[in-house]
Antibody, heavy 122, light 108 residues
């Protein structure tokens, strides 16, 4: 079964750090780019960051650039998000998602985890 | 950054109705447009990719059209399980994706 499982969320004070992990199974992890998407309580989806299969290409939303770092370990089938200088506005459910593709032309997020909750509050 | 604007933000409809949701990009994105459905407490699910291609397993009552800056998602005959929130997402700029703000489809 193709599966993504996020972990590492929790309650953290403003200005502190947190590292999220996403464990992949049921597919060849290093064949796929991966993404983090978040959803604040009662709000819409926000793309946070993405990383290519070999970590050669990385991107961030402007809202997290300079504070968050995405990485992956293909040997461990794992994706990570290091979040520094956390703010109240980073409070959200964070999803890990696989970038499915059709012939390397169209990309879309075809497999999602259930998410891990990050709450930034004093 | 490419901004994605959906309309309407919310919509009330009845089972059996035909429903159309619109998504507009702030610049041309060719057909690099995906549609997702999200039900409360659940992760999103991709419905349409490449503006008009139906993801495997998605019912044929869902369809997508458009190119450039204007796109539509149509549900031809609403079923009870279709009441959810729908999001468009551009994949034109690799690793700089953006979502629309969402359209909540409610039962009339």
């Amino acid at each position: 079964e193709v599966q993504l499982v996020e972990s590492g969320g929790g309650l953290v004070q403003p200005g502190r750090s947190l590292r999220l992990s996403c464990s992949a199974s049921g597919f060849t992890f290093d064949d796929y780019a991966m993404h983090w998407v978040r959803q604040a309580p009662g709000k819409g989806l926000e793309w946070v960051s993405g990383i290519s299969w070999n970590s050669g290409t990385i991107g961030y939303a402007d809202s997290v650039k300079g504070r968050f770092t995405i990485s992956r370990d293909n040997a461990k089938n794992s994706l990570y998000l290091q979040m520094n200088s956390l703010r109240a506005g980073d409070t959200a459910l964070y999803y890990c998602a696989r970038a499915g593709t059709v012939g390397g032309f169209y990309y879309y997020m075809d497999v999602w985890g259930e998410g891990t909750t990050v709450t930034v509050s004093s | 950054d490419i901004q994605m604007t959906q309309s309407p933000s919310s919509l009330s409809a009845s089972v059996g109705d035909r429903v159309t949701i619109t998504c507009r990009a702030s610049q041309s994105i060719a057909t690099y447009l995906n549609w997702y459905q999200q039900k409360p407490g659940k992760a999103p699910k991709v419905l349409i990719y490449g503006a008009s291609s139906l993801q495997s397993g998605v019912p044929s009552r869902f369809s997508g059209t458009g190119s450039g800056t204007d796109f539509t998602l149509t549900i031809s005959s609403l079923q009870p399980e279709d009441f959810a929130t729908y999001y468009c997402q551009q994949s034109y700029r690799a690793f700089m994706y953006t979502f629309g703000q969402g359209t909540k489809l409610e039962i009339k």
